[in-house]
């Protein structure tokens, strides 16, 4: 058996489709442009390259694109000052601030002080704390990427087993709620999980977020069962370097259902989901409804 590749570059184009269509409507119907903010501090080589490419797309898909540079030493007050100013400003509806932060700013502090409407990474501990007790929120990009390709794969998610692989504020936790909330039966796994193996072996959906290169073999994994991949990790093989997931490719397809691959899967549909928050956090800033199917 070959697993059907979940296309996440395709995936992600037609999100970034239907959030073109939406911005259009709000444009030509309301008058409004929804407006992103990314806030960069320091010269990170990654941060760079991806704060670009947010930039790029955001303009592509007709929102308004505000980038903030910021050196590597700004003060703390400063950086808060900036987001301060940002809350404030309505042509503005999404805040992201770069992570990491250099080490002497407090990640924490900084992500709260973003106002939770305008939170389009998910991260404030109001959004946490809403999508938790399953009231409307913002969602994380990276899972809920992952929860539109299940869906768009499986049509209702409803009475599936899932297990999660890993337990980040970022991806394990928000991915395992966002399951729960589609009826399915979640298992969150980890590092400290009994018979690891056999817990993963149980399920219909496998959602590997662990941070760990290929450690997730293919006789882990039920017949049939969909392997999301949510894990970038950059080794050396034969000499060069190569980007791999959190499972072993080449042994998970020949048993899965279906598979995201690496790179390809997951990774490009963070951004689509970033423009899809930052249209659904204007719409709901006016009043207006929500795109459809660019939600949780």
């Known amino acids: 058996m070959s697993a059907q590749i979940i296309d996440g570059k395709a995936f992600a184009a037609k999100v970034r489709g239907q959030v073109a269509?939406?911005?259009?409507?709000?444009?030509?119907?309301?008058?409004?442009?929804p407006g992103l903010a990314v806030v960069l501090?320091?010269?990170?080589?990654a941060s760079q390259v991806y704060v670009r490419s947010k930039g790029k797309m955001t303009a592509e898909v007709g929102m308004k694109s505000v980038e903030h540079k910021l050196e590597v030493e700004t003060a703390e007050a400063d950086l808060l000052a900036l987001i301060d100013q940002l809350n404030k400003d309505e042509s503005i509806h999404g805040i992201l601030v770069q992570l990491p932060l250099p080490k002497h700013l407090?990640?924490?502090?900084?992500?709260?002080?973003?106002?939770p409407a305008k939170d389009v990474d998910g991260f404030h501990i109001s959004n946490v704390g809403l999508l938790g007790t399953g009231q409307k929120s913002m969602v994380p990009c990276t899972p809920l990427?992952?929860?539109?390709?299940?869906?768009e794969h499986h049509g209702?998610?409803?009475?599936?087993?899932?297990?999660?692989?890993?337990?980040?504020n970022i991806v394990g936790k928000p991915m395992a709620q966002l399951l729960l909330g589609d009826s399915c039966t979640?298992?969150?796994a980890h590092s400290r999980t009994k018979d690891l193996p056999e817990v993963v072996g149980r399920a219909d959906i496998v959602v590997a977020a662990v941070g760990r290169p290929e450690m997730v073999p293919g006789e882990w994994i039920k017949k049939g069962a969909t392997v999301i991949d949510v894990?970038?990790?950059?080794?050396?093989?034969?000499g060069k370097n190569k980007l791999v997931g959190d499972v072993d490719f080449a042994s998970c397809s020949e048993v899965a259902g279906a598979i995201t691959p690496v790179p390809g899967g997951v990774g490009p549909m963070t951004?689509?989901?970033?423009?899809?928050?930052?249209?659904t956090a204007c719409s709901r800033a006016n009043g207006l409804p929500e795109p459809e199917g660019l939600t949780a």
């Open 271 to 279: 951004i689509a989901c970033l423009l899809a928050n930052t249209v």
């Open 106 to 115: 407090n990640e924490d502090l900084v992500i709260n002080s973003i106002s």
């Open 41 to 45: 501090v320091g010269e990170d080589p």
């Open 156 to 168: 209702s998610l409803s009475g599936l087993n899932a297990v999660v692989i890993g337990r980040s």
């Open 145 to 151: 990427g992952c929860l539109m390709m299940l869906r």
């Open 186 to 188: 979640v298992t969150i």
């Open 21 to 33: 269509e939406h911005v259009t409507r709000l444009k030509e119907q309301h008058g409004i442009t």
């Open 231 to 238: 894990g970038i990790n950059r080794i050396e093989r034969d």
